[in-house]
C-alpha cells in the first residue's frame, strides 16, 4: 500500500515538474534586497505568492503535456514523462489540471490583492500562449517570453509583501534570464537556423557583459538608505564576475559541455559555488551589521 503511495508521488511530482519551482525563489527578491526576509508576516505573504506561481506553472505544464503528447513520445527526453510513457492517463491529468486551475484561482482572490491576480493571470497567458500558440517555437519570442515570465515573477513578489522592485532589480533580471534561456536553446541545439552556434556565441558575451555593467552600476549607485549600502557592497562584484565568466568559459571550451542552466544550477560544483558565496555575501552585509 505505502509502495504504491510513493510510486504514485514519484509519478506526479515528476509529471507537475516540481523541480522547476525553484524558478519561483525569483518571488523572495524584493523582500531579501529590502532587508525584510525576517519578516514572518511578509515572507507567509511571499510563500503564499510562491505557492500561487507554483501551482500555476504545474497546470500550464499539464495542459501542455496533454497537447505535446504525440511529439513528446518520439523525443527522447520527454518520452520518459509519465505521460507520455503511459504511466498515466491523458483524463486523470486534464482533472488535475483542472483541479489546480481552480484552487490557485480561487486562493488568489481570496488571500492575495487584485493586483497580484491580474499578474499571475498575466503569468499563467503567456505560459499558455507560450505552449499553444507555438512561441515557443518562434524565436526571438520564445526567449523573451521565457524573461517575460520572470519579470512576473519578481512583480508578484513585489506585489504580495508591498514592496517596491528597483527597476535595477527589475533589469537585471530581464538580462539574466536572457542568458539563461540562451544557455537551454544552446543545450537543446533547438531553432538551429536562428540560434545558430556563431550567433549565441556573439551575444551570450555582449549580455553577460551588460549584466555585469549593471550589477555594478547598481552597487555603485546605491543610496545610503538602502539595507544593501555599505562599504563591503562592492566585494560582492566578485562572485557576480566569477559565476559570469565560469558560465561563458563552457560555451568555448573543446569538450561538450551542458550548458542547460538547470544541469549548472546543480550539478556543477563550481558554479554553484559561486552563487552560493554571492548569496551569502548578500545576506552577511543586509543582516548581519
Same mark, same amino acid.
Given at each position: 500500500?505505502?509502495?504504491?503511495?510513493?510510486?504514485?508521488?514519484?509519478?506526479?511530482?515528476?509529471?507537475?515538474?516540481?523541480?522547476?519551482?525553484?524558478?519561483?525563489?525569483?518571488?523572495?527578491?524584493?523582500?531579501?534586497?529590502?532587508?525584510?526576509?525576517?519578516?514572518?508576516?511578509?515572507?507567509?505573504?511571499?510563500?503564499?505568492?510562491?505557492?500561487?506561481?507554483? $501551482? %500555476?506553472?504545474?497546470?500550464?505544464?499539464?495542459?501542455?503535456?496533454?497537447?505535446?503528447?504525440?511529439?513528446?513520445?518520439?523525443?527522447? $527526453?520527454?518520452?520518459?514523462?509519465?505521460?507520455?510513457?503511459?504511466?498515466?492517463?491523458?483524463?486523470?491529468?486534464?482533472?488535475?489540471?483542472?483541479?489546480?486551475?481552480?484552487?490557485?484561482?480561487?486562493?488568489?482572490?481570496?488571500?492575495?490583492?487584485?493586483?497580484?491576480?491580474?499578474?499571475?493571470?498575466?503569468?499563467?497567458?503567456?505560459?499558455?500562449?507560450? %505552449?499553444?500558440?507555438?512561441?515557443?517555437?518562434? /524565436? /526571438?519570442?520564445?526567449?523573451?517570453?521565457? %524573461?517575460?515570465?520572470?519579470?512576473?515573477?519578481?512583480?508578484?513578489?513585489?506585489?504580495?509583501?508591498?514592496?517596491?522592485?528597483?527597476?535595477?532589480? $527589475?533589469?537585471?533580471?530581464?538580462?539574466?534570464?536572457?542568458? $539563461?534561456?540562451?544557455?537551454?536553446?544552446?543545450?537543446?541545439?533547438?531553432?538551429?537556423?536562428?540560434?545558430?552556434?556563431?550567433?549565441?556565441?556573439?551575444?551570450?558575451?555582449?549580455?553577460?557583459?551588460?549584466?555585469?555593467?549593471?550589477?555594478?552600476?547598481?552597487?555603485?549607485?546605491?543610496? /545610503?538608505?538602502?539595507?544593501?549600502?555599505?562599504?563591503?557592497?562592492?566585494?560582492?562584484?566578485? /562572485?557576480?564576475?566569477?559565476?559570469?565568466?565560469?558560465?561563458?568559459?563552457?560555451?568555448?571550451?573543446?569538450?561538450?559541455?551542458?550548458?542547460?542552466?538547470?544541469?549548472?544550477?546543480?550539478?556543477?560544483?563550481?558554479?554553484?559555488?559561486?552563487?552560493?558565496?554571492?548569496?551569502?555575501?548578500?545576506?552577511?552585509?543586509?543582516?548581519?551589521?
Amino acid at each position: 500500500m505505502m509502495s504504491r503511495f510513493f510510486h504514485q508521488t514519484r509519478l506526479w511530482s515528476k509529471q507537475l515538474r516540481c523541480e522547476q519551482w525553484i524558478k519561483n525563489i525569483f518571488i523572495f527578491a524584493p523582500l531579501v534586497f529590502a532587508g525584510k526576509f525576517f519578516s514572518l508576516k511578509l515572507l507567509l505573504c511571499a510563500g503564499r505568492a510562491f505557492c500561487f506561481f507554483s $501551482l %500555476s506553472a504545474s497546470c500550464c505544464y499539464l495542459l501542455n503535456d496533454i497537447l505535446d503528447i504525440k511529439d513528446d513520445r518520439k523525443d527522447e $527526453l520527454k518520452k520518459k514523462r509519465p505521460l507520455a510513457d503511459g504511466k498515466l492517463h491523458t483524463r486523470q491529468v486534464a482533472t488535475v489540471a483542472i483541479i489546480l486551475f481552480i484552487i490557485t484561482g480561487t486562493c488568489s482572490i481570496s488571500f492575495m490583492s487584485e493586483k497580484f491576480q491580474l499578474i499571475l493571470a498575466f503569468y499563467f497567458l503567456l505560459n499558455l500562449l507560450y %505552449s499553444t500558440m507555438r512561441i515557443r517555437n518562434t /524565436p /526571438p519570442l520564445d526567449i523573451l517570453c521565457i %524573461s517575460a515570465g520572470f519579470i512576473c515573477r519578481v512583480l508578484a513578489g513585489s506585489t504580495a509583501v508591498d514592496i517596491q522592485a528597483s527597476q535595477w532589480l $527589475l533589469a537585471m533580471t530581464f538580462l539574466l534570464t536572457l542568458i $539563461l534561456a540562451l544557455g537551454k536553446r544552446f543545450s537543446e541545439q533547438k531553432n538551429q537556423f536562428f540560434y545558430t552556434e556563431k550567433y549565441i556565441l556573439f551575444l551570450l558575451p555582449s549580455l553577460c557583459s551588460i549584466l555585469l555593467a549593471f550589477y555594478t552600476l547598481y552597487i555603485v549607485l546605491l543610496p /545610503p538608505d538602502q539595507p544593501l549600502y555599505s562599504r563591503w557592497t562592492i566585494f560582492t562584484i566578485f /562572485p557576480v564576475a566569477g559565476a559570469i565568466l565560469y558560465y561563458i568559459s563552457k560555451f568555448f571550451s573543446s569538450e561538450k559541455v551542458n550548458t542547460d542552466p538547470s544541469f549548472f544550477i546543480f550539478h556543477d560544483k563550481k558554479f554553484s559555488t559561486w552563487i552560493i558565496l554571492w548569496i551569502l555575501s548578500i545576506f552577511l552585509i543586509i543582516y548581519v551589521k
